[in-house]
């Protein structure tokens, strides 16, 4: 059987390549910079030489176009051959020399393509006195020549842009900048045969630099001021380096990471994914990794391994920063802190020790204000607390007249946070307070006294059977407050879900009142302050008046704990004040007739 | 969590589509209410859709079955207003749902499925996905073989619709059938692009292995069977599958593994589980009761310290009045539940 090989439209796929691998056209740039790059370091290994890359853009009565210049090691007639003209080629393949080299597939040349159809390349090697030129085409054509007119050693690109290319003369300087900046190469950058300069500047680590200059780095990187920033350490290759700046503003999970990472010295990517952990977003980065795998277009990293200890460096990084501060400048620790609980939470709740470490500097609401968990442990042995902020807040009026603290736990986190630490620290007990036992947290009466009022409390039961509101006889601080209302969550769905049915036809109302009785699973209670004068007058006698004074406590009682009105109780309401106003109006009248 | 604006309320829809965790459904339906008190009926449209399905994929299905007439409720006032491709998506879960609780009668199926299918042809949902939920119902209402002949007719349509169900979800749907048809090599062969992973979703192929697990012991292959059984245990996080489990082990005489099971299940949530998830979990608590009576054990000790007392009384009385058919296997249950 013979072995029939594909026919490739070569034209076609550098097309698909060169418009499809990469997201952005500027990024000819950095390919043709790498390129650079790899030559004058395999030239540097033979010879002691000054490397320069010169960067010339112009755009005259001819058109526009780039010429990139580096004085590497140059490529001979035969590499030409072997790299230029064939896809996928790369003299950079060889295990042996993997490593020394950023461009490892050989395609880097097609982004030239994506904005010019001609690509010039002369060549001259150090070794040989004569130059190669390279004429490829976008129809997947080339030429080779040997030429005697431009012997200087190295390589030469030109690029002529397509009409339909913009390139202003900031952006293209800027693209420079940023690809190139940190090479430890010299970028002389031309355009229209006028200096822009030289760029050539080191990573702020290599520097030296203080605490402040390190800080204005930050700023004029990520146009944020910082007070604070981490050098990554890297314990196990040595081979990533970087800083970390802490964001000033505070941070929550939906919030964008940012970062620069550069790979062996050239940027990738902005894509701050792929270098610093989920709940990290309030970290700005700038990275360098010696070791870290890219993919094809080398814009975002392959993960791996490698990547995935990047991720870790940081981690650990930021940890080890948190405990020397907690030394060195506690006050600053708690700041930062307090800035970023969110994302801090949730770090320490994948890591024991570190949490260990941290929740003493949490804060929380409590009902005695923002406390952190040191504060909550040194005032209770039971530490009593709520999932949920909203029945939090209904709380925070009788737990404060009655001297409890109460922690609420029903942010994000804090409920995971709290009962981690129930699990790991065994000198205090962690008690969550259902819904279902709220009223357990109000003072009980005595059986006397339960027994003395339950008649009436069956009475005044009766007013507010419609309203499926349980009464219940408690005593509690304050004295001032006559009624709570409470209802579970489940008292709430419950009450949804019977106005759902109310307004349902036929059979979806009997097929929802035959899967879920609202009224025999959840009801909503009214506590009553046996302790409050108003109350405890209502309890003496049945009267005629019972039924208006139990409705006006109900519907204030709920209204004070922010729960909606239904219909009924809104004209139960407007009724109520109304009889009120008539009642006092015939006082007065009586009054006035005394 | 803030959860006020309008904007916040719809940014946090958006992140909980489907992504079904207590936190995300209790905030949700504070998202329902919110938008309630903004008088914003298309935000509390969008809520209860999400509420619906964080209901149904948790298993709270009584509540999801009691909201959704409110959906129906809007898009039929309102034609046009909310999106009614989405409302009927979740009418499918609905319909499901009502099988599964006896308080349901077979009149109030029917007159919801009429309900249902007037609905989806009126859509333009097409022929295939209807026949296949008159399958289902058919089959779920005790007549597989009639289920069987609509099977058959819904492999013969074709052409697909807007409202049809992953393929995945097909083709396991359809598999209980053959299954209580007999037709165990026909399970196999249908099944294969599955065990496969030619398609799948979130729930397929998870769902499946409990399936081919006892299609295999009704032929026999126990080490196939075997197979299966250790795929169902590493894809049972998605769904609750501890009856099928219990079963599996209970028939194969694995009574420390399956013991640890019935004790952690007596011991946790019962409260939202519908009628027929609780029928099969006494059924195979009845099963793994009698199979190690027969195997000579006669007393076992059960920890039920987290197992409520109010929720023992249930089980009693559940025990007596709606669980006839599994009495001796309860009785074995109940004696040990009371003595503990």
């Avoid at chain 1, 890591?351 to 204000?369: P, Q, R």
């Avoid at chain 2, 058919?138 to 819904?154: F, I, T, V, W």
Wanted: one cysteine or more.
């Amino acid at each position: 059987m013979k072995n029939t090989p594909f026919l490739v439209n070569l034209s076609g796929i550098i097309k698909i390549l060169s418009d499809h691998l990469y997201s952005q056209k500027e990024v000819f740039i950095r390919e043709l910079l790498q390129n650079a790059i790899d030559a004058i370091n395999a030239r540097k290994k033979t010879e002691t030489f000054e490397p320069l890359i010169t960067i010339e853009y112009f755009n005259n009565s001819d058109g526009a176009g780039f010429i990139i210049s580096d004085n590497g090691i140059g490529l001979t007639a035969r590499q030409v051959e072997e790299f230029l003209a064939k896809i996928g080629s790369s003299s950079k393949l060889d295990d042996s020399m993997r490593n020394d080299f950023i461009g490892q597939f050989g395609i880097g040349i097609l982004s030239c393509f994506m904005v010019s159809d001609d690509i010039v390349l002369i060549t001259r090697p150090s070794e040989e006195d004569q130059a190669i030129k390279w004429t490829g085409n976008i129809d997947g054509t080339y030429v080779i020549e040997t030429i005697t007119y431009d012997l200087t050693i190295g390589t030469k690109v030109i690029l002529k842009l397509r009409d339909k290319i913009n390139l202003n003369s900031n952006g293209i300087v800027s693209s420079i900048k940023k690809y190139g900046q940190y090479l430890h190469i010299p970028i002389n950058i031309e355009i229209n045969s006028i200096s822009k300069g030289t760029i050539n500047r080191s990573f702020p680590w290599e520097e030296n630099l203080d605490g402040d200059q390190c800080l204005a780095l930050g700023q004029e990187v990520f146009d944020e001021g910082f007070t604070n920033y981490i050098l990554l350490k890297d314990k196990k290759t040595n081979r990533n380096q970087g800083v970390l700046y802490l964001s000033p503003q505070a941070s929550y999970l939906t919030d964008r990471k940012e970062g620069y990472l550069y790979v062996k010295r050239i940027f990738v990517t902005t894509a701050s994914n792929d270098i610093l952990p989920k709940w990290a977003v309030f970290v700005r980065a700038i990275i360098n990794s010696e070791n870290i795998s890219l993919n094809a277009s080398r814009e975002s990293i392959y993960p791996n391994e490698i990547s995935e200890q990047l991720k870790k460096n940081v981690e650990d990084s930021i940890k080890e920063y948190f405990y020397q501060l907690s030394k060195s400048a506690p006050s600053t620790l708690k700041r930062i802190i307090q800035t970023h609980s969110f994302p801090l939470k949730q770090m320490a709740l994948t890591d024991e020790s570190f949490l260990v470490f941290i929740a003493k500097w949490f804060e929380f609401d409590t009902t005695y204000g923002q406390l952190n968990l040191n504060e909550i442990r040194e005032l209770n042995e039971t530490i009593f607390y709520v999932t949920n902020s909203d029945e939090f807040k209904q709380i925070i009026p009788i737990a404060i007249a009655n001297k409890k603290l109460v922690v609420n736990a029903g942010y994000t986190f804090d409920k995971g946070i709290i009962k981690k630490i129930s699990v790991i620290d065994k000198t205090r007990d962690y008690v969550e307070i259902a819904a279902n036992y709220f009223g357990d947290f109000l003072g009980n009466i005595d059986v006397d006294d339960h027994q003395k009022y339950e008649p009436i409390i069956n009475d005044l039961q009766l007013h507010l059977d419609k309203y499926h509101c349980k009464i219940k006889l408690r005593g509690y601080e304050p004295e001032s407050i006559p009624a709570i209302y409470h209802a579970s969550i489940d008292s709430l769905i419950a009450e949804d879900i019977k106005n759902i049915q109310k307004d349902q036809n036929d059979l979806w109302k009997s097929i929802s009142e035959s899967v879920f009785d609202p009224q025999e699973q959840y009801n909503s209670h009214l506590y009553l302050n046996l302790k409050n004068k108003v109350v405890s007058s209502l309890l003496k006698k049945s009267g005629s008046l019972n039924d208006l004074i139990i409705k006006t406590l109900y519907v204030n009682a709920k209204l004070l704990g922010h729960y909606p009105l239904n219909n009924i109780e809104l004209i139960a309401m407007n009724d109520n004040f109304n009889d009120l106003i008539q009642l006092a109006l015939i006082s007065d009248n009586n009054e006035t007739k005394d | 969590m803030r959860l006020k604006t309008k904007k916040e309320i719809e940014n946090f829809i958006k992140k909980c589509n489907k992504n079904y965790t207590e936190d995300n459904k209790n905030l949700i339906f504070k998202c329902v209410q919110e938008a309630k008190e903004l008088k914003d009926l298309d935000l509390e449209y969008k809520a209860r859709l999400e509420y619906v399905s964080q209901l149904e994929f948790l298993g709270y299905t009584e509540k999801a079955i009691s909201i959704f007439p409110w959906l129906l409720d809007c898009c039929d006032t309102y034609p046009k207003r909310f999106n009614y491709k989405d409302t009927l998506w979740a009418y499918k879960w609905i319909v499901n749902d009502l099988y599964e609780f006896s308080a349901i009668s077979r009149d109030q199926i029917e007159t919801v499925f009429n309900d249902f299918e007037r609905r989806f042809n009126k859509y333009g949902a097409g022929q295939r996905i209807i026949t296949y939920y008159k399958m289902s119902k058919l089959h779920r209402m005790g007549n597989p073989k009639e289920a069987l002949l609509y099977l058959r007719a819904s492999e013969s349509i074709s052409e697909k619709g807007p409202l049809d169900n992953c393929e995945a979800c097909m083709v396991n749907g359809t598999l209980n059938v053959l299954f209580d048809m007999k037709l165990y090599a026909e399970v196999l062969e249908k099944a294969k692009p599955i065990l496969d992973k030619k398609i799948s979703c979130l729930y397929v192929p998870g769902i499946t292995y409990p399936k081919i697990v006892f299609t295999y012991m009704m032929l026999g292959k126990t080490a196939l069977a075997e197979k299966y059984y250790q795929l169902t245990i590493k894809n049972s996080e998605t769904e609750d599958l501890s009856h099928k489990i219990i079963l599996y082990l209970s028939a194969n005489h694995r009574f420390s593994e399956c013991f640890s099971i019935v004790e952690e299940k007596l011991n946790s949530r019962h409260e939202s589980w519908d009628d027929v998830s609780k029928c099969y979990f006494y059924q195979s608590c009845h099963l793994f009761f009698r199979e190690m009576h027969r195997s000579g054990k006669e007393s076992i000790s059960i920890d039920l310290s987290l197992f409520s007392k109010k929720m023992m009384y249930r089980i009693i009385n559940r025990a007596n009045t709606e669980l006839k058919n599994y009495q001796d296997g309860l009785q074995i249950l109940l004696i040990i539940m009371q003595k503990s």
